[in-house]
């Protein structure tokens, strides 16, 4: 007990802190308090009455019932005298609301609005579907890189007569031959019917003088070598190919002929491949 007594006298000073001396010759006034301020009013919505609404306020039990599942559409059952209307006005048109409107009066507006929506739809699906084909074309064909060397541009006049001068176009050797007057007359002699593959000589080019053919056996891939083989065109020593001076296989395992580029002549110096 006198412990407690030591430990509550430290609040002695805040006791005699909250007491009032209240003279008895005049009442105290206790101070008016300020009126509570009256609640706002929330003007209260207007319940929509949809498909939803109407079956959840629906009664579970008795003669009115409500079906609502995954594998069945929401039905509510209800009396003659219970119908209540859902009301779809917001999924209405501003010139239909009106039910004792006419509706051919507002068809014309109506009709105008929805071919305004399709026709402004289909436009922009149609440019959407042409962009996207137009990038996935796009991006099937080849790169600027692949591009610059689909042609190649060889100067004639460095090419001496009777040589073949090599040149690499799209990954593969191309052949350039200037040939001799007695290699064309030798050439254009040829009886075709005893070739494995018949050619003319003239189908094969396009100026008498110049042979432009690629550098690749028809047999394997290889590359043959020039004015070389038993007939003075091409070689190729891999399994003993031998082609005359118009690329046309003569002897050994070849097939066909050595394929002739497309290529043109610009002028008496220039000649395009590509």
Known sequence: MLSFVARSSGLSPYLKATSVVVCNTKPVLAPLAPPAPSPPVVPTSVERLTGETLRVIAP???HVRANSGILSSAQVRYAHTDIKVPDFSDYRRADVQDNQAKNKDSVAARNTFTYLIVGGGTTAGLYSAKSVITYFVSSLSAS???L??????VKLGDIPEGKNVTFKWRGKPLFVRHRTQEEIQAEQA????SLRDPQQDSERVKN??????LGV??????????NAGDYGGYYCPCHGSHYDASGRIRKG?????????EHEFVDETTLIVG
């Open 60 to 62: 579970k039990s008795g």
């Open 144 to 146: 600027a890189d692949v």
């Open 148 to 153: 610059a060397l689909a042609k190649i541009e």
């Open 190 to 193: 040829v009886d075709v019917s």
């Open 208 to 213: 008498p003088e110049w042979l432009v053919i």
């Open 217 to 226: 056996c028809t047999h394997l891939g290889c590359v043959p070598i020039a």
């Open 253 to 261: 395992p070849a097939p066909l002929n050595l394929e002739v580029p």
